[in-house]
């Protein structure tokens, strides 16, 4: 709970900037980061502003994704991703910022559909109505960030393949 707690004060305090950087005026309340993923006026927004490491490193704490796995859906090396820790204030890049939003709100659905540890083992398994793929290898673009949402909600609405 206290890490719920935690994303959720990083978001405000992340949303602050963004309105005062782009002079917005984007949330009038104490927004959570469900609604944060929820709202896509806010997550284009913050796509162009980039998000902090600091933000990232939340968002990456409730994913069940490694460093590894984050470098490699990012396309940077691990390296790269270890430089950006160990500096305080990097931001990244829109289009870096683009798939860590698209991780969240998937890691976000799926975690409400199957709870944590069952969405890993899903991710981790082939499954006949994504062309037999692991849903994890299709969350490398945005094509199959939407077929594994698409799935998602299937499978919340008790609609099988």
Same mark, same amino acid.
């Given at each position: 709970?206290?890490?719920? $707690?935690?994303?959720?004060?990083?978001?405000?305090?992340?949303?602050?900037?963004?309105?005062?950087?782009?002079?917005?005026?984007?949330?009038?309340?104490?927004?959570?980061?469900?609604?944060?993923?929820? !709202?896509?006026? $806010?997550?284009?927004?913050?796509?162009?502003?980039?998000?902090?490491?600091?933000?990232?490193?939340?968002?990456?704490?409730?994913?069940? %994704?490694?460093? @590894?796995?984050?470098?490699?859906?990012?396309?940077? &090396?691990?390296?790269? *991703?270890?430089?950006?820790?160990?500096?305080? !204030?990097?931001? %990244?890049?829109?289009?870096? &910022?683009?798939?860590?939003?698209?991780?969240?709100?998937?890691?976000?659905?799926?975690? &409400?559909?199957?709870?944590?540890?069952?969405?890993?083992?899903?991710?981790?398994?082939?499954?006949?109505?994504?062309?037999? *793929?692991?849903?994890? @290898? *299709? $969350?490398?673009?945005?094509?199959?960030? @939407?077929?594994?949402?698409?799935? *998602?909600?299937?499978?919340?609405?008790?609609? %099988?393949?």
């Amino acid at each position: 709970m206290e890490a719920n $707690l935690k994303i959720d004060k990083a978001v405000r305090t992340y949303l602050k900037k963004v309105e005062q950087d782009q002079h917005l005026n984007l949330s009038d309340r104490e927004i959570t980061y469900k609604e944060f993923l929820s !709202n896509r006026m $806010l997550i284009v927004h913050s796509i162009r502003e980039g998000i902090p490491y600091r933000l990232f490193k939340l968002i990456q704490e409730k994913t069940p %994704f490694s460093e @590894e796995e984050w470098a490699e859906i990012l396309n940077i &090396s691990t390296k790269t *991703l270890q430089r950006y820790r160990a500096s305080k !204030n990097h931001v %990244f890049k829109p289009i870096h &910022s683009e798939k860590i939003l698209e991780l969240a709100e998937v890691t976000s659905l799926g975690n &409400s559909v199957f709870g944590p540890e069952k969405f890993y083992l899903w991710l981790q398994t082939p499954n006949y109505a994504l062309g037999n *793929l692991k849903p994890k @290898e *299709l $969350l490398k673009d945005s094509y199959g960030k @939407e077929l594994v949402v698409e799935e *998602l909600h299937h499978i919340d609405q008790g609609i %099988f393949a």
